[in-house]
């Protein structure tokens, strides 16, 4: 068995690339853009650096499909079409995936151990973050390699914004809660940076919404 970072060094490696893209980003445009007008997998590559950089680096994989993970987390790697027809998943792609890194003897015996999905942009509850919080349970909620999913995510408000980070933040995390909840063999937590506040522009944060097993 591959030696692994633990989750804690994870984390807050996801914090970092997300906290070092937002910084970036403003700096980049002079104070006047937030990072949600950035480009796509933005934070995505700043967060696998981060993570690349850690003693003991797993191997990293952006956008693996969850066919292609499930077939790396299942005891079975043939069960995987049968997985997804019985939790009715559908084709879809994670963020960052997480693999053992060890020399392999074939094509066929990666491991996954960690799926992310990380989110720009998040303000509250939308449907699809909570349909992609289902996803991360089902995946799971099942005898598998895979040890815990992430929910990245990255918030920003003008400073015209009546409902402030502070109060949105733990109203979707009470709405992940709550599909979490139906799902008793699994946990949840969540950690986040501080809230930034830019004079005159807005406010900004970065968190990390965690599920594993109890």
Request: proline share 2%; net charge negative.
């Given at each position: 068995?591959?030696?692994?970072?633990?989750?804690?060094?994870?984390?807050?490696?996801?914090?970092?690339?997300?906290?070092?893209?937002?910084?970036?980003?403003?700096?980049?445009?002079?104070?006047?853009?937030?990072?949600?007008?950035?480009?796509?997998?933005?934070?995505?590559?700043?967060?696998?650096q981060?993570?690349?950089?850690?003693?003991?680096?797993?191997?990293?994989?952006?956008?693996?499909?969850?066919?292609?993970?499930?077939?790396?987390?299942?005891?079975?790697r043939?069960?995987?079409?049968?997985?997804?027809?019985?939790?009715?998943?559908?084709?879809?792609?994670?963020?960052?995936?997480?693999?053992?890194?060890?020399?392999?003897?074939?094509?066929e015996?990666?491991?996954?151990?960690?799926?992310?999905?990380?989110?720009?942009?998040?303000?509250?509850?939308?449907?699809?973050?909570?349909?992609?919080?289902?996803?991360?349970?089902?995946?799971?909620d099942?005898?598998?390699?895979?040890?815990?999913?992430?929910?990245?995510?990255?918030?920003?408000?003008s400073?015209?914004a009546?409902?402030?980070?502070?109060?949105?933040?733990?109203?979707?995390?009470?709405?992940?809660?709550?599909?979490?909840?139906?799902?008793p063999?699994?946990?949840?937590?969540?950690?986040?940076?501080d809230?930034?506040?830019?004079d005159?522009?807005?406010?900004?944060?970065?968190?990390?919404?965690?599920?594993?097993?109890?």
């Open positions: 068995m591959s030696r692994f970072p633990t989750q804690t060094m994870i984390t807050d490696a996801m914090l970092r690339g997300t906290i070092k893209a937002a910084e970036n980003f403003l700096s980049w445009t002079n104070n006047r853009l937030f990072l949600s007008h950035g480009p796509h997998h933005i934070i995505s590559i700043y967060v696998a981060e993570i690349a950089a850690l003693r003991d680096a797993p191997e990293i994989f952006i956008d693996a499909t969850i066919s292609d993970i499930l077939r790396c987390s299942l005891p079975d043939e069960a995987y079409t049968g997985f997804m027809h019985k939790n009715r998943l559908a084709r879809g792609t994670f963020s960052i995936t997480l693999d053992e890194r060890f020399d392999h003897q074939n094509d015996d990666s491991i996954s151990r960690v799926i992310m999905s990380i989110n720009n942009g998040v303000r509250n509850a939308k449907l699809e973050y909570l349909n992609e919080i289902e996803v991360i349970c089902k995946m799971l099942c005898d598998t390699s895979l040890e815990y999913g992430v929910f990245g995510f990255y918030s920003d408000l400073v015209t009546r409902k402030k980070l502070d109060k949105r933040i733990p109203e979707f995390i009470k709405s992940f809660d709550a599909v979490v909840d139906g799902f063999a699994l946990q949840s937590k969540y950690i986040g940076s809230i930034q506040r830019i005159e522009s807005g406010e900004w944060a970065a968190g990390c919404y965690i599920i594993q097993s109890i």
